[in-house]
């Protein structure tokens, strides 16, 4: 006795058909599953035992074998119990339909429930893909599932409604993405700028940093602000296109975060994960591989508070994804990547003890403590930092004054503006921002006159600045001028550029 039917695979981010084959033989009694799965694949054959015995159907004690095709891709996760049990049901005729255009995912409990597993999102995309018509995936998944046009989706909460479904005794009901349509991801719902007092400048450089994409440090004194300025960014950022909120709700799918009831995060994610982080909660990875966090802030920002206190290791691990947007990992049966296209931002005080140059508060660190402060943070990290700001601490007065600050949507207003321009000077190629100019692009599109280059270069003297400093300068303030939107840079726009480079100057050097 044989039966095939589809069903979804996923590795990494990518997820591919699987068909499973069943075939029934009256020996010995055995229940064998092939296709290189792994043990959380091998334990299907419990559950199914089990849920098929447990819901009025029959369990023959013969000799089963199930075959995951592909044979060559390993076979992870528990998303096999559902069209095991539906092909089991089929193979013993205790069940009988053409299940052709159909793909099952789920996990299964033993009393038939069908629980919720990770990346439906892209498996129900990738079925669509493969020509399925009608996909069967678990009821608590159905939010992120409904998003995806072209295909019917059926969410199934237990085993007896599936087969009652398909032996056309009582139909199922689609979703659709009407259903999801009012809830929105409150996860990340934006804090606003308004609340931050005084700070004006610190608020300039985020709008600077949000409008050409570049990568910022906070540097200031405990309690000055610069958590509550950093969660406040994603609040500035251009609105999420569809495809990018696709692409973020893939990412937390896969990665089991997606909030329940919530069918596209359409709000840039703000993740800040603490400095005791391991690599792979970082970059991802582990047994069945899940995104980390450089990838769960995909499209959105990442923000490291208390930069020198992370490990070398995780500030080497996240320097080639930060650059790229990609993160590779090895793995035995093969690499897989995640996207993370992410805005950094970083935080850390001055010293130790986070008083030095303090106006009022006294620093208790041995000389020589802030540069070797400084000297934690791994060079090369340091080095994708485009903006340095120093967030000194407010005065009171400004801060308990009922003034409120300017809200966060019309300094994304002005953000707006400046991206469009760059859309259109990068039209044609991958880049998406400033930050992100080829050296052969800033050389195009950041000309300098000879009074500018003059300046350009006296300050290098004085401040001594460093020469790999010289196209982050230039860069900034091409972001600066189409804040203004000046076709070409100005000496003043060059001027505020410089400043934006603290650690390259003072103390710390
Ligand atoms: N500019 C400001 N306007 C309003 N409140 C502020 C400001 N700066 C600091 N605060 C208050 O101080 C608290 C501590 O700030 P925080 O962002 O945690 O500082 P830091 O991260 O620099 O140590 C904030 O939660 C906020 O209540
Ligand atoms: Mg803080
Ligand atoms: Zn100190």
């Known amino acids: 006795m044989f039966a095939k039917v589809n069903s979804m695979g ?26 290189l799965p792994d043990t959380s694949v091998s334990e299907s054959k419990s559950r199914v035992q089990s849920a098929i015995k447990n819901c009025r159907f029959r369990f023959y004690e013969w000799r089963t074998t199930v075959n995951l095709a592909p044979a060559d891709i390993r076979k992870e996760g528990p998303v096999y119990d559902l069209p095991i049990f539906v092909a089991y049901l089929l193979a013993t005729g205790q069940l009988s339909c053409d299940t052709k255009d159909m793909a099952f995912i789920g996990e299964l409990s033993l009393d038939g429930i069908v629980r919720k597993v990770n990346g439906v999102l892209s498996m129900v995309i990738c ?30 909460r237990n085993t007896n409604e599936l087969v009652d479904h398909l032996a056309g005794r009582n139909r199922l009901t689609p979703c659709s993405k ?12 934006y804090l606003d700028f308004a609340d931050v007092k005084g700070q004006y400048h610190v608020k300039r450089a985020l709008e600077i940093a949000a409008a050409g994409g570049h990568n910022t440090l906070l540097i200031g004194p405990p309690g000055s602000g610069k958590s509550m300025l950093a969660k406040r960014l994603p609040s500035i950022l251009p609105d999420m296109t569809f495809e990018e909120s696709l692409e973020t709700t893939e990412i937390y799918s896969v990665a089991g975060q997606l909030p329940s009831g919530v069918s596209l995060i359409t709000k840039r994610p703000y993740r800040s994960p603490h400095h005791t982080v391991s ?12 995104p980390g966090e450089l990838s769960l802030a995909h499209n959105g920002v990442l923000f490291l508070d208390e930069l020198p206190e992370f490990s070398r290791v995780a500030m080497e691990t996240m320097r080639q994804p930060v650059e790229d947007g990609i993160i590779t990992i090895s793995r035995v049966s093969g690499t897989l990547t995640y996207p993370c296209e992410t805005m950094l931002v970083c935080a850390m005080n001055p010293c130790p003890c986070g008083y030095y140059g303090h106006p009022t508060k006294e620093c208790t660190c041995p000389k020589g403590a802030p540069v070797k402060y400084l000297s934690k943070v791994s060079g090369p990290l340091l080095d994708r930092l485009d903006i340095h700001v120093e967030v000194p601490q407010v005065d009171f007065k400004k801060l308990s004054d009922d003034e409120k600050g300017e809200p966060s949507a019309v300094i994304r207003e002005r953000v707006n503006a400046a991206r469009k321009i760059q859309q259109k000077r990068f039209e044609g ?13 800033t050389r195009e599109f950041c000309k300098l006159d000879e009074r500018q280059k003059a300046f350009l270069e006296k300050s290098f003297e004085k401040l001594g600045l460093s020469a790999r400093a010289y196209d982050k300068i230039l860069r900034v303030a091409r972001t600066i001028a189409d804040l203004d939107g000046d076709e070409n840079i100005q000496l003043a726009h060059l001027t505020e550029a410089v400043q934006y480079r603290s650690l390259d100057r003072k103390f710390w050097r």
């Not at 997820?15 to 033989?25: G, L, M, R, W, Y």
């Not at 069967?136 to 295909?151: G, T």
């Open 127 to 156: 079925a669509r893909d493969n020509g399925i018509k009608e996909v069967f995936i678990p009821a608590d998944n159905a939010a992120e599932a409904s998003v995806v046009n072209n295909i019917t989706v059926y969410p199934v």
């Open 10 to 35: 996923l590795f990494g981010m990518k997820s591919f058909p699987v068909s499973t084959e069943i075939d029934i033989s009256k020996n010995l009694p055995r229940f064998d599953i092939v296709g």
């Open 178 to 189: 009407e259903d999801y349509a009012d809830k929105s991801c409150d996860e990340f719902a």
């Open 429 to 441: 190629t991958s880049i998406k921002c400033n930050a992100k100019m080829t050296p052969a692009m």
């Open 279 to 290: 690599t792979a909660g970082l970059s991802g990875g582990g047994r069945i591989p899940h």
